[in-house]
């Protein structure tokens, strides 16, 4: 349930801050006075789009907030549990939009994904637009609505997955298939290329290694002098770095006898002394290593030479010459082995094939158990909003896909099912239309052909009822579902909306009597000026208010005694 709503800096709203109940709640006012908008507002915290349009003008940023109780909706608190976040009785989501048309999102404070933000507010609220009963006037958005009514959003995810990995596959294969040629033609080339850079053996780090002694053979001589000579300063020289080493180590001992405080310095002495002889020792033997050897820096440079044509000619880096060869390996192991590889993914894509044959074909069983459902409640919901001989059918269709042979030239995305290749979409094979016949000795046809506004809306808010009693939808919100539709039919509508109430919180903007009488809680919109600038506020109406309310809706601004009766009337209050 939505248990409060505020809105800031949204449009022509400046602040708004109410509270709302169980049952019906209702929105009544002048046309653009706002409605639309505290419903539009609404949808930002539920996920929808947002643009830096709506930001009114002047401020930083707009920002909606809502507090849903989440009493039984253990779905909702899985999914916030699933994100770590803690559950509590109440949820908080705020959504900001900067007038650089920034947006972000925040559940119970802590900032969200816009797409985690969308899947937890289709479980929260259902809101029907103004013109989203239009969508009943395209076919292809009939399926979902199906889906929505037997719970089958999990199974057709799976069928999702099962097809993505169905196309990933076939392309792979259709790839394949338009390579073979390529492939033959250059298997030759492959091989001359494999041979040329084997022929040479390249080795990751290899030419690090070969620079590093190349630098070493090349300056011999020099290393050989430098180190002789260093070994002379160090330990064989006339006052050679050692030999004075010693005799300042005897004379600290002999310090350190007389006053102990030099006993640390006499060891550090003799610590120099054993470094010092140790290095002297290194150099005495990398002097007698020293290679004079010029065959070998011969061959060192013909080696890196090799190298440099290679790379040169094969991607510039040793690196880039192994990931060239490597990719020439595998295009020869293709090519040799075309045969096989066609036939590995041809298997696995008919796997993938008869896996989504399968999810589609249980997708298309469920579909018809549901829609046999739907349609008798539906008949029975359109009979209490005054379309009394309705008929009302769902029709679904597949698609056979044309040609019969394995190579006619189609994608690939096909099933099996009764002997016949059906094509497939993101739901399976079915296509769903919905049929209506609304008079007597009519024959049913497309709704899309038929229907009329206030029908449109009526098959909507049917569709919705049935919806709803899966419990799947705490919150629904109709913006002007009566479009359409006035007098007996409009008390009809509004008992329905009023049945819905008793399940669910339901929020209905209107312009009927007959409908806003029976509000659990009445809301007006209006619009006022506020220092020089034209806002929308919204008031909670007490009784008396609600009553005047509904009298203006059904004679106009000009409330007469006679209209106050008559409004206390549809709404079934005693006159006192």
Not at 139 to 166: C, N, S, Y
Not at 326 to 347: G, I
Not at 451 to 465: D, F, N, P, Q, Y
Not at 542 to 566: D, F, P, R, W, Y
Request: proline residues 2%; contains cysteine.
């Amino acid at each position: 349930m939505l248990k409060s709503l505020s809105i800031k800096n949204y449009a022509l709203i400046d602040r708004l801050e109410t509270e709302f109940g169980n049952g019906l709640v209702i929105l009544t006012g002048e046309t653009g006075a706002g409605k639309s908008i505290i419903v539009d507002a609404l949808g930002l915290i539920i996920g929808e789009r947002a643009s830096s349009e709506v930001v009114r003008s002047g401020t930083d940023k707009a920002v909606v907030e809502g507090v849903f109780s989440l009493s039984g909706n253990s779905t909702v608190r899985e999914m916030l549990r699933d994100r770590g976040v803690e559950c509590r009785e109440e949820l908080i989501v705020r959504r900001e939009v900067s007038a650089k048309g920034q947006s972000r999102a925040f559940v119970d404070d802590s900032p969200v994904p816009l797409a985690f933000l969308k899947q937890v507010g289709e479980l929260l609220v259902d809101l029907h637009g103004q013109h989203e009963h239009q969508s009943l006037l395209r076919p292809e958005t009939h399926i979902k609505m199906l889906d929505d009514v037997g719970g089958l959003e999990t199974m057709v995810q799976e069928f999702r997955e099962a097809l993505d990995r169905m196309g990933r596959l076939s392309g792979e294969l259709a790839e394949l298939r338009l390579r073979e040629e390529q492939l033959r033609e250059k298997r030759e080339f492959y091989v001359f290329q494999l041979q040329e850079i084997d022929a040479i053996g390249p080795r990751e780090g290899e030419e690090e290694e070969l620079d590093s002694e190349l630098r070493v053979l090349e300056n011999a001589e020099r290393l050989f002098g430098a180190t002789a000579a260093l070994y002379e300063l160090l330990y064989e020289g006339d006052r050679s770095v050692r030999d004075q080493l010693v005799i300042a180590r005897n004379q600290l001992q002999d310090l350190a006898d007389i006053d102990g405080r030099f006993s640390d310095a006499a060891q550090e002495c003799g610590s120099a002394d054993a470094i010092v002889s140790e290095l002297a020792r290194f150099v005495q033997s990398y002097n007698a290593g020293v290679e004079f050897n010029p065959q070998k820096l011969e061959a060192l440079r013909e080696r890196l030479g090799r190298l440099s044509m290679v790379k040169k000619k094969y991607g510039g880096t040793i690196d880039e010459v192994l990931k060239r060869r490597s990719q020439f390996a595998r295009e020869l192991s293709l090519a040799d082995n075309f045969a096989e590889v066609l036939d590995r993914l041809e298997k696995e894509l008919e796997a993938a094939r008869t896996e989504c044959a399968a999810l589609a074909q249980r997708l298309s069983a469920k579909r018809h158990e549901v829609a046999r459902r739907v349609d008798g409640s539906v008949v029975q919901e359109l009979r209490k909003v005054g379309i009394q001989e309705a008929r009302f059918s769902t029709r679904i269709s597949q698609t056979e896909v044309p040609g019969s042979g394995r190579n006619d030239g189609i994608a690939g995305l096909y099933v099996t099912a009764g002997g016949k290749r059906l094509t497939l979409n993101e739901r399976g094979y079915d296509t769903v239309v919905f049929h209506i016949s609304t008079n007597r000795g009519e024959e049913e046809k497309p709704l899309v052909k038929v229907a009329s506004g206030g029908e449109v809306s009526r098959v909507m808010l049917a569709l919705k009822t049935i919806l709803a009693k899966s419990d799947r939808l705490p919150v629904l919100i109709f913006d002007e579902i009566d479009v359409g539709v006035s007098g007996r039919v409009a008390q009809a509508v509004g008992l329905s909306l009023k049945s819905l109430s008793q399940y669910h919180q339901v929020v209905a903007i209107t312009h009927l009597p007959q409908i806003a009488g029976l509000a659990d809680m009445h809301y007006r919109v209006f619009k006022e000026e506020r220092k020089g600038r034209t806002v929308t506020s919204l008031k909670k109406l007490s009784l008396t208010e609600q009553v005047e309310e509904v009298a203006k809706l059904m004679s106009g601004s000009h409330i007469t005694e006679a209209g106050l009766t008559g409004a206390r009337e549809l709404m079934g209050l005693d006159e006192k």
